[in-house]
């Protein structure tokens, strides 16, 4: 009886193992299956689905644009929380600092898009012109949204280190500004950089917080105050009517967002392991 | 050996302190501004009729009911779908396997779905729930949808709470005549429980904050759901609408209100399940 029991648990435990990889392998696959068609079409500047058109170049751009705006606000800014947290903070400000770090993560994205286009995009639109729908305000946006990524890994990586390091540098006079920044940045610096590449990541894959401030027009950006269109946005506003070749098209453009986010995952890995 | 030890402060130490100070302090204000501007918005329109009453109106009266039974529906059903399928994964890989070809392709699925947008799960879940098996807009095409979403992430979390339970325990188990089930049910899963627990009400929150994938596969219909199969409208969702299409910005504020205070009473229950864990871990 207790045998039986034994093997019917591994049994059980391999079937839901089997069952999860199945399904993960099966959305990869649908999704290649669905779009490669259509994947050698999707190379060009213009489109414009109702004429045949598939480019999604501009979507690239886009994307690119808008996320290399976050990372320039959102990773300086996440890296100085991180040693705030780490080095600087009194005990009772890490206490309230960290859960709110936790909830900024939680707060559905949506939210964030919407305080977008309250604050930021008046803004721009009146003091830097504009219509204020732009890379500009969605940069802002996503940067505030990988904040808690960042922080969150760069501070464990800061943690993490042997605390002679820092006791070793402070007794041979360094200061402590000297120590974080000759001892304890260069030493934690895989940690760190996972933490901005997966911040990027977040930033590649957001959807409902960009939106509704980048007014997703589709056109090769001249500033940062120009309206683009992301990949994922792109999905997100044209996945419900979509039919045939266009809906082919948008699984395309959802290939190249899985390469996208593959490649910065594994990056992200690799940076790790490297250490 | 802090202040006694430290050189004298410099020039460049007091630069960097205030810069550092002020990027931290940035982020508190910026918090506090996006949370205190919904609430504040908010709050006055929550009521107990707004929290009773179906939309009317296309949201313009009314509250918000059947988008919070939609919400509670579509969660519960990819937390009860997918829990089951990463915890039992988790200790397949952990406990059950060496490692080898099939741990590293499970683990590699894992690490690399965890960071698909989940834009991308809403477009497989919408033309392959919705459209192919035919489910429609649906509380199952969306909580399966979900539930694949959130998979990657209860797996991972799983592994590690399972990982981090002391080897200890298993010899212990073991030398006493317990057979691998007995083992991993009654050593192993209870110190990994709390680990385990918090993933999944990560998860949820992710649910509940999810917005994308759950227009796309459960619809967005007022009417309240009655079964598995009928279709609704999530709060994210209705806050979204409401909010783009300008429809009723006060229910609107009201809604994103509540989401926010669900999703800060899901972080707290998360984080009192981690406490606790370590508690009892230190007690040891």
Same mark, same amino acid.
């Given at each position: 009886?207790?045998?039986?029991?034994?093997?019917?648990?591994?049994?059980?435990?391999?079937?839901?193992?089997?069952?999860?990889?199945?399904?993960?392998?099966?959305?990869?696959?649908?999704?290649?299956?669905?779009?490669?068609?259509?994947?050698?079409?999707?190379?060009?500047?213009?489109?414009?689905?109702?004429?045949?058109?598939?480019?999604?170049?501009?979507?690239?751009?886009?994307?690119?644009?808008?996320?290399?705006?976050?990372?320039?606000?959102?990773?300086?800014?996440?890296?100085?929380?991180?040693?705030?947290?780490?080095?600087?903070?009194?005990?009772?400000?890490?206490?309230?600092?960290?859960?709110?770090?936790?909830?900024?993560?939680?707060?559905?994205?949506?939210?964030?898009?919407?305080?977008?286009?309250?604050?930021?995009?008046?803004?721009?639109?009146?003091?830097?012109?504009?219509?204020?729908?732009?890379?500009?305000?969605?940069?802002?946006?996503?940067?505030?949204?990988?904040?808690?990524?960042?922080?969150?890994?760069?501070?464990?990586?800061?943690?993490?280190?042997?605390?002679?390091?820092?006791?070793?540098?402070?007794?041979?006079?360094?200061?402590?500004?000297?120590?974080?920044?000759?001892?304890?940045?260069?030493?934690?610096?895989?940690?760190?950089?996972?933490?901005?590449?997966?911040?990027?990541?977040?930033?590649?894959?957001?959807?409902?917080?960009?939106?509704?401030?980048?007014?997703?027009?589709?056109?090769?950006?001249?500033?940062?105050?120009?309206?683009?269109?992301?990949?994922?946005?792109?999905?997100?506003?044209?996945?419900?009517?979509?039919?045939?070749?266009?809906?082919?098209?948008?699984?395309?453009?959802?290939?190249?967002?899985?390469?996208?986010?593959?490649?910065?995952?594994?990056?992200?890995?690799?940076?790790?392991?490297?250490? | 050996?802090?202040?006694?030890?430290?050189?004298?402060?410099?020039?460049?130490?007091?630069?960097?302190?205030?810069?550092?100070?002020?990027?931290?302090?940035?982020?508190?204000?910026?918090?506090?501004?996006?949370?205190?501007?919904?609430?504040?918005?908010?709050?006055?329109?929550?009521?107990?009729?707004?929290?009773?009453?179906?939309?009317?109106?296309?949201?313009?009266?009314?509250?918000?009911?059947?988008?919070?039974?939609?919400?509670?529906?579509?969660?519960?059903?990819?937390?009860?779908?997918?829990?089951?399928?990463?915890?039992?994964?988790?200790?397949?890989?952990?406990?059950?396997?060496?490692?080898?070809?099939?741990?590293?392709?499970?683990?590699?699925?894992?690490?690399?779905?965890?960071?698909?947008?989940?834009?991308?799960?809403?477009?497989?879940?919408?033309?392959?729930?919705?459209?192919?098996?035919?489910?429609?807009?649906?509380?199952?095409?969306?909580?399966?949808?979900?539930?694949?979403?959130?998979?990657?992430?209860?797996?991972?979390?799983?592994?590690?709470?399972?990982?981090?339970?002391?080897?200890?325990?298993?010899?212990?188990?073991? +030398?006493?005549?317990?057979?691998?089930?007995?083992?991993?049910?009654?050593?192993?899963?209870?110190?990994?429980?709390?680990?385990?627990?918090?993933?999944?009400?990560? +998860?949820?929150?992710?649910?509940?904050?999810?917005?994308?994938?759950?227009?796309?596969?459960?619809?967005?219909?007022?009417?309240?759901?009655?079964?598995?199969?009928?279709?609704?409208?999530?709060?994210?969702?209705?806050?979204?609408?409401?909010?783009?299409?300008?429809?009723?910005?006060?229910?609107?504020?009201?809604?994103?209100?509540?989401?926010?205070?669900?999703?800060?009473?899901?972080?707290?229950?998360?984080?009192?399940?981690?406490?606790?864990?370590?508690?009892?871990?230190?007690?040891?």
């Amino acid at each position: 009886m207790i045998k039986f029991k034994e093997k019917l648990s591994g049994r059980i435990f391999f079937a839901l193992a089997l069952s999860s990889i199945s399904v993960l392998a099966l959305i990869t696959v649908f999704i290649v299956v669905k779009g490669a068609p259509m994947l050698g079409a999707v190379g060009g500047l213009s489109w414009d689905p109702e004429y045949g058109e598939f480019g999604i170049i501009p979507m690239v751009i886009g994307t690119l644009a808008v996320t290399l705006g976050a990372a320039v606000i959102g990773v300086p800014v996440g890296i100085c929380c991180a040693i705030f947290l780490a080095e600087f903070a009194p005990l009772k400000m890490r206490n309230i600092f960290r859960p709110a770090i936790q909830l900024l993560a939680g707060i559905p994205s949506v939210v964030y898009g919407f305080w977008g286009l309250m604050f930021i995009v008046p803004f721009i639109r009146d003091h830097l012109g504009g219509a204020g729908l732009s890379i500009l305000a969605g940069s802002v946006v996503l940067a505030i949204m990988i904040l808690p990524t960042i922080i969150s890994i760069s501070e464990v990586a800061l943690l993490s280190l042997p605390p002679h390091y820092k006791t070793g540098s402070l007794a041979l006079g360094l200061t402590h500004w000297q120590t974080i920044y000759h001892l304890m940045l260069p030493a934690a610096k895989s940690g760190i950089m996972a933490a901005v590449i997966l911040g990027i990541g977040r930033a590649v894959g957001e959807t409902m917080a960009v939106i509704l401030v980048l007014g997703n027009a589709v056109a090769i950006p001249d500033s940062i105050l120009s309206s683009v269109r992301t990949l994922t946005t792109s999905i997100g506003i044209e996945m419900g009517y979509a039919e045939g070749m266009h809906q082919e098209a948008l699984f395309a453009t959802g290939i190249v967002l899985f390469v996208m986010i593959m490649i910065i995952n594994s990056l992200a890995q690799y940076v790790v392991r490297k250490k | 050996m802090d202040k006694n030890m430290k050189a004298k402060p410099r020039i460049g130490d007091k630069a960097a302190k205030a810069v550092i100070w002020t990027a931290a302090l940035l982020v508190i204000a910026v918090l506090v501004c996006i949370i205190l501007y919904v609430l504040a918005k908010g709050l006055p329109v929550i009521s107990w009729s707004f929290l009773t009453e179906v939309p009317r109106n296309m949201g313009r009266e009314g509250g918000v009911a059947s988008t919070i039974v939609s919400t509670l529906l579509v969660t519960f059903t990819a937390i009860v779908i997918a829990t089951p399928l990463g915890i039992g994964t988790a200790f397949y890989l952990a406990e059950y396997t060496k490692e080898g070809i099939i741990t590293r392709i499970i683990r590699f699925s894992a690490e690399s779905l965890a960071g698909i947008p989940s834009i991308v799960y809403g477009l497989f879940g919408f033309v392959f729930f919705v459209e192919i098996l035919g489910m429609g807009w649906s509380v199952l095409s969306g909580g399966l949808t979900l539930a694949i979403m959130i998979l990657p992430t209860v797996i991972r979390t799983s592994e590690e709470a399972i990982i981090t339970v002391p080897k200890s325990y298993r010899e212990v188990s073991f +030398s006493l005549g317990g057979t691998k089930w007995q083992t991993i049910f009654r050593a192993v899963f209870p110190s990994a429980i709390r680990g385990i627990t918090n993933g999944v009400i990560l +998860s949820v929150g992710r649910c509940v904050a999810e917005t994308a994938a759950v227009y796309l596969t459960l619809g967005s219909t007022l009417r309240m759901p009655t079964s598995l199969f009928s279709p609704g409208r999530s709060m994210a969702v209705h806050f979204y609408l409401l909010a783009s299409e300008d429809i009723s910005m006060e229910n609107a504020y009201g809604t994103a209100a509540l989401l926010i205070i669900l999703i800060f009473l899901i972080n707290v229950v998360a984080n009192t399940a981690v406490n606790r864990m370590i508690a009892k871990n230190a007690k040891r």
